[in-house]
């Protein structure tokens, strides 16, 4: 049953005409035609400047009127010439409405000139508006506009006859898809998702003078697919964006030609990095590359553009801003996929069981399995040859090769364990003698004065724009004795990846504890970069090195330092540094095979305090701490020991000097942290404080909330009722409708009846009178023939008479 909102009125208002010639003996009528159906205006005069002043209308529901437009269907008017005497017709011209073009919204009538005018020495125009109305009463003389039928031919056919701008996408609640393109053709189903990865850079959208809010602002990316809002989780560090991958699917329901013209004019998907409700920067990515003409690479499985594109921030040519060089450009990567629904199910449920099946440490919270494997594997957790005061070092099971060698190395040099607990067990790279005291009988080593302990850590995040011609199943290698372990570093389990695809590696993060000091640790990094391999595991053959990528450790000693407090309060810094670099092959030219992410962080907790480490003699050969002095120094002589310097008041006198300041030190660093905790206490008290009361509104609330459901409860019942009242009445009133259609009908059909029995009577009559007439004429035609007769037997009987009588003989 169609509502009264959904019946319209196609209304055709013929106003008046203008450039027409005088014929005092013509009249002009106007014919309109639409879908079978004419109306026609009034004759008028035919003068120069007509005035029909006339309004012609078609009802229509709204699913009709769809149809019609997706049809181009015409509403053509015929302009006659008609003579009254004899009613003949000329044609003069035509105009063609587009139905189109007709709006629910008033808009100013247009002049049209005639088609084909058979007056050529005259530009006759006639002042036409088309409108769309709503139908509150249907009129008299208006006609009921049938169902536009579909058109002969194939998918590709009837595209030619759409219009791009009626290929929208409409929301189908009860199917819970999206519908694109005429129903007929709609018989395919397909699910569109877009995949937020991962963002790099992003601190370079921010300039200096933008002011973001005080308080710890929340950063999210928004996007609209096909009209629905899309955002993803909010996250707080530009510097380093972690959030989680999302993606949003939408159910299509249309056909691959219609959507690829959808396709072509929804060209691009934008998506923006938002802070509030102020856009910070933006990108587009292109659609136009999942459905290629003459393609049917979707009925075999799902097509994607996927990749990292850069971001731009709002109005940069307005603003005159520089380029951002290539390397610093902010980047978010998305993967937008196309399928048929139901096509690559099997991928998904065993990605699934493998997620079930990972260790209960390496498991995070993924929104969606994407394809091939890419964001289901969560980050591994961090190595770290030590364990921290409140961790458990990791056990051999589950440790890589890198942390079986520290944890062995753990058990070999801490024979002692007050002094394994605030020093870096493995201690990076060898001292020089200069700077490092000697070795004692082998059992105990030196560190020196400006030792800082140092974490560094590498993600190696994703392997992209691959140049190799067919799928690899890849997993990447390195080593940097420099950090303690020779052992090499591995991502694992293997991962698939293929041309135009961006994949996320498994188990690619690692991080190093190290002491040593930061002259050295510059002077490492500039010297030696760091090699990562590329191999290609093979289950039929031997595993192939691809190539390798060179990362160059300094660039993080350049990057902006941050302020943050370690586990005891003291005060470090942390550097990050994410760079994209590309993998040389290994053999032949040195051309490049794909595309490496990575991000690495250099964190500095500062000078080592204790100053000296024992270890046992199994682990002397181990450690890359320990060597041996290449020359002894030469035996002193009796003067040189008799003036000891160390023996002297003076140097006395500095040690003691020495020893007093760092127990001030000490005691003021004491002060500081028992002002510390007072003020964190403060803190606490004003938070548990703040909190009280804030649950005590949140109860407030829910307790509003609970009495207004309660409301709107009672409020659903009585609709509901009187939504069942509603249905009862308008049932009976239904029935009773059709009972007075029934018992009209019925009278209606006994008049007719009577009337043609009454009909039937008077025929009959005038039959039955017809007849007697025809007898009396009859009659009395027989009648005159009998006077006639009479008569003539008459005068012939007194001629008899007269004759006998002359010729009598009596006479």
């Not at 009837?158 to 709609?186: F, K, M, S, T, W």
């Not at 990562?532 to 053959?541: C, Q």
């Not at 909190?691 to 949140?698: A, G, N």
């Amino acid at each position: 049953m169609v509502s009264k909102s959904d019946q319209l009125l196609i209304v055709v208002s013929i106003l008046e005409g203008r450039h027409f010639p005088k014929r005092p003996k013509h009249m002009l009528v106007v014919e309109a035609k639409f879908d079978g159906e004419q109306l026609a205006t009034d004759p008028v005069d035919h003068t120069d400047q007509p005035e029909f002043a006339t309004e012609l209308a078609w009802e229509i529901d709204r699913k009709a009127l769809h149809q019609h437009r997706l049809q181009r269907t015409p509403i053509k008017l015929q302009c006659f010439a008609l003579d009254p005497i004899t009613s003949a017709k000329e044609t003069i011209g035509y105009i063609v409405l587009d139905l189109r073009t007709a709006q629910e919204t008033k808009q100013a009538p247009k002049w049209y000139q005639l088609l084909s005018n058979k007056y050529t020495k005259f530009k006759s125009e006639i002042q036409i508006s088309i409108a769309l109305e709503t139908d509150t009463k249907a009129p008299v003389d208006s006609f009921k506009a049938k169902g536009a039928p579909p058109r002969d031919g194939k998918v590709p056919a009837i595209l030619a006859g759409l219009d791009p701008r009626d290929i929208v996408a409409v929301l189908n609640e009860e199917g819970g898809y999206h519908q694109i393109g005429p129903a007929e053709y709609c018989t395919d189903s397909f699910i569109m998702s877009v995949t937020i990865a991962f963002a790099t850079q992003l601190e370079q959208l921010i300039p200096c003078t933008m002011k973001l809010p005080e308080r710890q602002p929340e950063f999210f990316f928004y996007y609209s697919l096909l009209g629905n809002d899309v955002t993803n989780e909010p996250f707080n560090d530009l510097i380093n964006p972690n959030f989680e991958p999302e993606r949003a699917s939408v159910r299509i329901r249309s056909s691959v030609e219609v959507l690829r013209v959808y396709l072509a004019l929804q060209s691009k998907l934008q998506i923006h990095l938002c802070c509030g409700d102020q856009s910070l920067g933006s990108t587009e990515i292109p659609l136009t590359g999942l459905l290629k003409k003459g393609s049917t690479e979707i009925n075999q499985h799902p097509v994607t553009v996927e990749g990292a594109f850069t971001l731009d921030p709002p109005n940069r040519a307005k603003q005159k801003l520089a380029p951002i060089p290539v390397e610093l450009a902010p980047t978010v990567g998305v993967s937008v996929a196309l399928q048929r629904e139901g096509i690559d199910s099997q991928s998904l449920i065993e990605l699934k069981t493998q997620n079930e099946h990972e260790p209960e440490h390496s498991k995070k919270k993924v929104l969606t399995p994407i394809k091939e494997k890419t964001l289901t594997e969560p980050k591994s957790p961090r190595v770290s040859p030590v364990p921290s005061h409140n961790q458990s070092p990791p056990t051999k099971d589950d440790a890589t090769e890198s942390e079986v060698e520290s944890l062995q190395y753990d058990r070999d040099t801490k024979p002692n364990p007050k002094a394994s607990s605030s020093v870096p067990a493995s201690l990076a790279q060898p001292v020089t003698t200069s700077n490092a005291s000697e070795v004692a009988s082998g059992q105990k080593i030196a560190v020196p004065a400006t030792s800082h302990h140092f974490c560094f850590s590498i993600d190696l995040r994703s392997i992209h724009a691959l140049e190799i011609g067919f799928p690899i199943n890849c997993i990447l290698r390195y080593s940097y004795p420099f950090f303690g372990s020779a052992a090499p570093i591995m991502t694992n389990p293997p991962v698939e990846v293929r041309k135009n695809m961006e994949v996320f590696l498994p188990q690619s993060y690692c991080a190093f504890d190290f002491a040593t000091m930061p002259h050295q640790l510059q002077d490492t990094f500039l010297r030696i970069p760091l090699l990562v391999e590329l191999w290609h595991k093979d289950k039929m053959s031997k595993d192939l090195l691809l190539g390798i990528a060179r990362i160059q450790l300094s660039n993080v000693l350049s990057s902006e330092k941050t302020r943050f407090l370690g586990s005891n309060g003291e005060q470090c810094w942390r550097q990050t540094y994410s760079e994209t670099v590309p993998i040389i092959a290994a053999q032949g030219s040195n051309n490049r095979i794909a595309d490496l992410s990575y991000t690495v962080t250099l964190e500095d907790y500062g000078l080592v305090k204790m100053r000296e480490i024992f270890v046992s003699d199994s682990s002397q050969g181990v450690s890359a701490i320990q060597q041996k002095p290449s020359s002894l120094p030469p035996a002193p002589c009796p003067s040189e020991i008799q003036t000891e310097p160390r023996e002297t008041l003076e140097y006395k006198a500095a040690l003691e000097l020495e020893m007093w300041k760092e127990m001030q030190e000490d005691i003021f660093e004491n002060q500081l942290k028992q002002k510390e905790l007072a003020h964190m206490q403060a803190l606490a008290e004003e938070w548990k404080k703040r909190d009280r009361e804030r649950e005590s509104l949140v109860k407030k609330k829910v307790a509003e909330y609970t009495i207004l459901e309660g409301k709107l409860q009672k409020t659903l019942i009585d609709l509901e009722k009187r939504e069942q009242q509603l249905a009862s009445a308008e049932s009976e009133l239904q029935r009773e409708k059709k009972e007075l259609q029934s018992e009209r009908q019925r009278n209606l059909q006994e008049l007719q009846d009577s009337i043609r029995r009454a009909k039937e009577d008077c025929i009959h009559q005038v039959e039955l009178e017809r007849l007697k007439i025809k007898q009396l004429e009859e009659d009395k035609h027989r009648l005159q023939q009998q006077e006639v007769l009479t008569a003539l037997m008459k005068a012939l009987f007194k001629g008899m008479k007269r004759s006998e009588v002359a010729f009598c003989p009596c006479y």
